[in-house]
């Protein structure tokens, strides 16, 4: 089935970076790509964009190219996601989500993490 | 990148009531439509995939429909449990969500 575990919660100055991580486990990870999400407090949910865990390529979400970069390990079934130049519009919860036969939707989903900016 | 609208944004009903939510496409993403469920503090749930596809395990309340621009997502038989907000996703050009419906019972 599968699980995906993401790194700690993250507090950042305006202008600074995080990056977060995702180890998958329980499936074959380059089988499939991972998408990320995030969602701002009492907010909907925004697609970052997404990863192949098998060869590297990525897509992005217009708004955010530029400032997020994602990648993947496969010696650690971890894909990460770095986003730089960090605002107080990015403070909210970063999913990470197993792609699902190819596709940008998502079966299997990370438990979360936080990341807060603020001076 | 394609925008979703969702409406109604909220939605109050009661135990046994039938509901439906919309999602608007603005260019057509064919049936790359997918809906999902979310409870407060929790990651988001499948619900149904390639707009009407039921993901294993979901009721057989909850059924999907629509194709091009326009989908709904409808639940039949109202149960206290579906108290949540319901989110389209396009996945046929990226993976834009739509804001979302607050559905309250």
């Known amino acids: 089935q599968g699980q995906l575990v993401q790194s700690g919660a993250e507090v950042r100055k305006p202008g600074a970076s995080v990056k977060v991580s995702c180890k998958a486990s329980g499936y074959t990870f380059i089988k499939y790509h991972i998408g990320w999400v995030r969602q701002a407090p009492g907010q909907g949910l925004e697609w970052m964009g997404w990863i192949s865990a098998y060869s590297g390529d990525t897509d992005y979400a217009q708004r955010l190219k530029g400032r997020v970069t994602m990648t993947t390990d496969t010696s650690t079934n971890t894909v990460y996601m770095e986003l730089r130049n960090l605002r107080g519009d990015d403070t909210a919860l970063y999913y990470c989500a197993r792609g699902t036969g190819g596709y940008n939707y998502y079966s299997l989903w990370g438990q979360g993490t936080m990341v807060t900016v603020s001076s | 990148d394609i925008q979703m609208t969702q409406f109604p944004t909220t939605l109050s009903a009661s135990v046994g009531d039938r509901v439906t939510v919309t999602c608007r496409a603005s260019?057509?993403?064919?049936?790359?439509l997918a809906w999902y469920q979310q409870k407060p503090g929790k990651a988001p749930k499948l619900l149904i995939s390639?707009?009407?596809t039921l993901e294993g395990g979901v009721p057989s309340r909850f059924s999907g429909s629509g194709s091009g621009t326009e989908f709904t997502l409808s639940i039949t038989n109202l149960q206290p449990d579906d108290s949540a907000t319901y989110y389209c996703q396009e996945y046929g050009s990226l993976g834009t969500f739509g804001q979302g419906t607050k559905l309250e019972i």
């Open positions: 390639k707009a009407s």
């Open positions: 260019q057509s993403v064919s049936d790359w």
